[in-house]
């Protein structure tokens, strides 16, 4: 579904501090499928997983979703792309303070112009799917961490993606909350969706919900 | 005589787009050379993200010489009062050998310009870059030719004397003179009026074409580009005449003056726009072909069509008002 071929990335380019954090990366990511970048920090999972997500550009190489190639495309195809076949969970969250569970879960709907009601009737179907129907209208900043990150996933999904990506989800929470992710996980991969994350959390990385993992370290695949 | 303001401003935006041209031909170049989609390498990412720059900058530039064409104009036709024996423009432009030239270099790149905009929009609308080469080879055509504008301006603008005694309007477009205006002064009207109203009218049906069935830009340009020329030997041979009410005064620069009205500019935008749209329309239509622009040209082209047609339709009206509102009597029955 998503392949990348000789993906470079480069920081400060040209100046003194430049730095390569990915240094050729060939990979296809299956559909329907949960793939792990595993690695230390430092090794380029982030940067990979923002370049997956049209979030940044590579400095070499190709991106190809579904047999196009996005790693050329102008910003205004991408907008497009991110917000109907990505779903992004950051690993501090990003919530808007001082707005409800529900606002932060139907904003990133706004610009598809969906009529309200439809769009707040999928926001509320989605918090109720994550345990969090009671807690719709609470603001977000008093939730606690799990809540935070169902509020996050539900967020993630609002759009309907095909591909939902998730930047070190258990660096935030204890063991249980971790697992209760991994149950989310699964329910994704039920429902057909690709999921992508970055981890080095050995309760992420060895969990059956994972069908694959990828090493990587000093911005190459390793393993 | 150079420092008038809008001698100062033709100049500033004259200059201004032959240095962002200048600037922009190394890497339209690079384009022509190594522009290659299936190569992910860092030269080629680099190029695709620069070719945004690039052409926005350029959209500003091109888009400046659209007004600027209108802005010569003006000024000539305003600076006609600082010199001795010029009634209009055209006493204006016959101060020194240049003013012509310059006008004409002013017109073809008003041309040039809306081509490479249209062009330029649909290569935008593209997800693939279908049309990055033609509209860089084009760049690397429009340069020379905004360079020779700015050098006309320059040798046109630098050589206006005030004590030099020009000639009038009466002197070019006289019925009788051995020039191109006074030849089309002389055309007998009746035939002129029927070949100005068929050639016109062709292209806003030819416009009108385009804009139903999204093809026909090859028949829209040439229409446009006979009509242009038919409407303007029309505004010599009759439609000044209905203007000025004078069987012999032919001049189509006397249209702009504040004393006819401003009528020329009723006249002119829509005739310039119309032929612009039409061209583009003839530029764009060979790509209906690219598997990426099979829905786009098609779009484009109704759109164009349908604005071009309106704006022909648009001249004649306004030709046809000035011609029934007329006192002037120029054929019989």
Request: proline letters at 4%; one cysteine or more.
């Amino acid at each position: 579904m998503i392949e990348l071929t000789g993906i470079r990335k480069a920081f400060n380019q040209g100046r003194e501090n430049e730095y390569w954090a990915l240094n050729g990366i060939d990979i296809a990511i299956d559909a329907e499928k949960v793939t792990v970048l595993r690695g230390p920090s430092g090794s380029g999972k982030t940067t990979l997983l923002t370049i997956v997500g049209c979030l940044s550009r590579p400095t070499a190489g190709r991106v190809r979703l579904k047999d196009q190639d996005i790693s050329g495309l102008p910003e205004r195809f991408l907008t497009e792309i991110r917000r109907q076949t990505f779903g992004f969970v950051f690993q501090q969250f990003n919530l808007v303070r001082g707005l409800a569970a529900i606002d932060n879960v139907m904003l990133p709907a706004y610009p598809c112009g969906l009529p309200h009601g439809e769009l707040r009737g999928r926001a509320e179907e989605l918090l109720a799917m994550l345990r969090l129907g009671h807690r719709r209208d609470s603001r977000v900043e008093w939730l606690s961490g799990g809540e935070q990150q169902r509020v996050a996933i539900a967020r993630a999904l609002i759009n309907r993606p095909q591909v939902v990506i998730a930047d070190e989800p258990t660096a935030n929470l204890d063991t249980a909350l971790s697992r209760e992710f991994l149950g989310i996980l699964e329910m994704l991969r039920e429902q057909g969706k690709t999921v992508l994350l970055t981890s080095h959390d050995p309760l992420v990385v060895e969990a059956s919900v994972v069908d694959r993992v990828i090493g990587l370290r000093d911005g190459r695949i390793i393993d | 005589m150079l420092f008038q303001p809008a001698i100062i401003a033709l100049l500033i935006a004259t200059a201004t787009s032959v240095l962002l041209l200048a600037a922009s031909v190394p890497f339209a170049a690079r384009v022509l050379a190594s522009w290659d989609l299936a190569s992910g390498s860092e030269r080629q990412l680099r190029m695709e993200r620069r070719t945004y720059l690039v052409s926005t900058i350029l959209s500003f530039v091109f888009a400046s010489q659209l007004v600027a064409l209108l802005l010569f104009i003006f000024n000539a036709d305003r600076m006609s009062v600082l010199f001795v024996g010029a009634m209009c423009a055209v006493g204006t432009l016959n101060v020194n050998a240049w003013g012509f030239p310059a006008l004409l270099a002013q017109i073809g790149l008003f041309f040039l310009a809306s081509t490479w905009l249209i062009l330029n929009r649909v290569d935008n609308q593209a997800p693939d870059y279908p049309l990055v080469r033609v509209k860089y080879a084009m760049l690397l055509a429009i340069a020379p030719v905004a360079a020779l504008a700015l050098g006309l301006q320059l040798a046109y603008f630098l050589g206006l004397k005030a004590d030099v005694i020009t000639s009038c309007c009466g002197s070019l477009f006289g019925g009788g003179t051995e020039t191109l205006g006074g030849d089309l002064a002389g055309l007998p009207p009746k035939p002129a009026m029927l070949g100005f109203y068929a050639v016109t009218l062709t292209a806003a049906a030819a416009g009108g074409w385009a804009a139903l069935r999204g093809r026909g830009g090859l028949l829209l340009a040439a229409a446009s580009a006979t009509a242009f020329l038919a409407a303007l030997a029309g505004i010599v041979s009759f439609i000044s005449l209905y203007a000025y009410e004078h069987p012999h005064h032919h001049c189509p620069f006397c249209l702009l003056k504040p004393e006819y009205d401003f009528q020329g500019y009723a006249l002119y935008a829509p005739l310039f726009l119309g032929t612009a749209a039409g061209l583009g329309a003839g530029v764009i239509q060979p790509f209906a072909r690219v598997p990426s622009l099979r829905s786009l040209v098609p779009q484009r082209l109704r759109s164009l069509g349908a604005f071009s047609g309106a704006m022909f339709l648009l001249f004649l009206a306004f030709a046809s008002v000035i011609i029934a509102r007329s006192n002037l009597v120029l054929m019989d029955g």
